[in-house]
């Protein structure tokens, strides 16, 4: 068979074809040594069917590096950050937590330091959950109303930023501190998400959906600590000075 590609060589070679394997039932791992036609064969699947959730978990979608996200309006920009970034941690954190628990208890003689690894992640997406909780049900209502309440001048305007105001800046640098430090570490311990090439599939899925969640993350806060709240803020200071 030399010079067929194999099932585990596609996940070597792009390690978001492991979601679509898994959901059609296929090993991609230890045992994913059979070319693609013969896999689906032996699991009775229509390849043609397989072949087009590949391409579509395989598709790169680009956003060019000159977007100017420090013009876009409050309420367009905070629907971005709840639908784009939001979205994905409802999707990827479940997904790693699953990966994670599936495979490290079976090979920590192998990759002890997987345990800590494991850990530092499910602490962050425990706060990550809790922070956007709290972002959803409290804060990104706060800011949109500072922006109507600033754009439509509103007489008593300060008066509501009294009555209603969070501790939005406390809180912020209080939870995405914690976020940044738990980061850190699972950088650190994880080494940048590096593997040497005797890494089974598994472990290369993992790191590099680790290293996929660190960049998602990364402009999120972005979006979120350099632009979003500094303007919330600014309008608050406006808004009390009325």
Excluded at 136 to 145: A, D, L, M, T, W
Aim: hydrophobic share 35%; proline share 4%; charged share 25%.
């Amino acid at each position: 068979m030399q010079g067929v590609k194999t099932v585990r060589d596609f996940v070597i070679d792009d390690y978001r074809t492991a979601d679509v394997f898994r959901k059609w039932g296929i090993n991609y791992c230890c045992g994913g040594n059979l070319p693609l036609a013969e896999a689906c064969s032996a699991q009775q699947i229509n390849q043609a069917d397989l072949e087009k959730d590949l391409k579509q978990a395989t598709r790169n979608v680009l956003l060019s590096n000159g977007i100017a996200f420090n013009e876009w309006p409050v309420p367009f920009l905070t629907d971005y950050i709840l639908h784009v970034h939001h979205q994905y941690l409802k999707t990827a954190l479940p997904s790693l937590r699953q990966l994670l628990a599936s495979f490290v208890p079976g090979h920590l003689k192998k990759y002890p330091h997987l345990a800590v690894v494991q850990q530092t992640f499910l602490d962050l997406a425990e706060e990550m959950e809790e922070h956007m909780k709290e972002e959803e049900e409290s804060i990104f209502p706060y800011v949109k109303q500072i922006n109507s309440t600033y754009h439509q001048k509103e007489k008593y305007g300060g008066l509501f930023v009294r009555t209603m105001r969070k501790p939005l800046g406390q809180t912020i640098e209080k939870e995405h501190g914690r976020i940044e430090s738990l980061l850190h570490q699972l950088r650190a311990q994880t080494g940048h998400y590096s593997f040497g090439p005797e890494a089974c599939a598994n472990y290369q899925v993992i790191y590099n959906k680790l290293k996929e969640f660190d960049a998602d993350l990364v402009q999120h806060k972005h979006l979120e600590n350099n632009i979003l709240f500094p303007k919330a803020l600014e309008m608050e200071k406006c808004l009390l000075q009325v």
